[in-house]
């Protein structure tokens, strides 16, 4: 499973990014897709995670994260995305897409940084 992420970059507090990974896996559609982050200083987070059709119910969010980013998926174009609203400087980390298929995948993790 390959996954290729893109869309970070640099926003000012309250500013919105969007998040997208392609991932190349004929089995996408069955797979749970994850985002994570690694902010300096603390341990790589989950920050919000969609069900596949191997799954079920909603998807979930980290409790810092819950009501400001939404996750969603088009199986279509194999591509998961992260919409990240209301962002704050505790924002600022590297982000990455995950998959957990035999092994765990990651992708490469794009940079996010919000400004005060």
């Known amino acids: 499973v390959q996954l290729q992420a893109s869309g970070g970059g640099s926003v000012q507090t309250g500013g919105s990014l969007t998040l997208s990974c392609v991932c190349h896996?004929?089995?996408?559609?069955?797979?749970?897709m994850d985002w994570y982050r690694q902010i300096p200083g603390k341990q790589r987070e989950l920050v919000a995670s969609?069900?596949?059709?191997?799954?079920?119910?909603?998807?979930t969010y980290g409790d810092s994260v819950k009501g400001r980013f939404t996750i969603s998926r088009d199986n279509r174009s194999k591509t998961v995305s992260l919409q990240m609203n209301s962002l704050r400087p505790e924002d600022t980390g590297v982000y990455y897409c995950?998959?957990?298929?035999?092994?765990?995948?990651w992708g490469q993790g794009t940079q996010v940084i919000v400004s005060s």
């Open positions: 969609i069900p596949g059709t191997w799954g079920t119910g909603d998807p």
């Open positions: 896996a004929a089995i996408f559609s069955r797979l749970t």
């Open positions: 995950h998959t957990k298929y035999r092994n765990d995948n």
